[in-house]
T-cell receptor, first 112, second 116 residues
């Protein structure tokens, strides 16, 4: 079973700061997801990665397959970025479509 | 992007009753749907994987007779919580995947269930 660890668990920063959230996992994966969950509970998929780097607006996600590590970066952070950010992985050992294993999330607060 | 809806968004019911939650993929055909549960301040946990036209695969510790899953079409999966108890109160989220792109999952907005 894949273990997914995120750090930090909680992060409070000032508006404009550069934010980094880390995710590490224990066994090989076929895909890694970064998700955003707002207080109401709804989940938005930010990125799906299997290698390299992806960028969307102020968000950047990277993954290092050899080191079993991924990072999510937020540039020029804004209070509306306040949310829980969740890392989730799909293990490569499964066949077909398998459910994800989730980290516990990073609770981010951006103060104005 | 692909859209997944859930209905209802929240429900309150009495202990012992059954509750049905629907998950629909609105603009694509979902060969596989996943049901997750999230207790307060905890991470999401996979409950079951549902493939269209076949029986759902349940994760260890999830009672298949209590959490009935039906995936009768490529756009609809339902989760029925039977004989609900207060400990079933949770946030239930579905996600849907496409066969050709099964690595990508699209999440529904979730259903908050409160059992009194």
């Amino acid at each position: 079973k894949n273990e997914v660890e995120q750090s930090p668990q909680n992060l409070t920063a000032q508006e404009g700061e550069f934010i980094t959230i880390n995710c590490s996992y224990s066994v090989g994966i076929s895909a890694l997801h970064w998700l955003q969950q707002h207080p109401g509970g709804g989940i938005v998929s930010l990125f799906m990665l299997s290698s390299g780097k992806k960028k969307h607006g102020r968000l950047i996600a990277t993954i290092n397959i050899q080191e079993k590590h991924s990072s999510l970066h937020i540039t020029a952070s804004h209070p509306r970025d306040s949310a829980v950010y969740i890392c989730a992985v799909r293990s490569s050992s499964g066949g077909g479509a398998d459910g994800l294993t989730f980290g516990k999330g990073t609770h981010l607060i951006i103060q104005p | 992007g692909a859209v997944v809806s859930q209905h209802p968004s929240w429900v309150i019911c009495k202990s012992g009753t059954s509750v049905k939650i629907e998950c629909r993929s609105l603009d694509f055909q979902a060969t596989t749907m996943f049901w997750y549960r999230q207790f307060p301040k905890q991470s999401l946990m996979l409950m079951a994987t549902s493939n269209e036209g076949s029986k759902a695969t349940y994760e260890q510790g999830v009672e298949k007779d209590k959490f009935l899953i039906n995936h009768a079409s490529l756009t609809l999966s339902t989760l029925t919580v039977t004989s609900a108890h207060p400990e079933d109160s949770s946030f239930y989220i579905c996600s849907a995947g496409r066969l050709a792109e099964y690595n990508e999952q699209f999440f529904g907005p979730g259903t908050r269930l409160t059992v009194l």
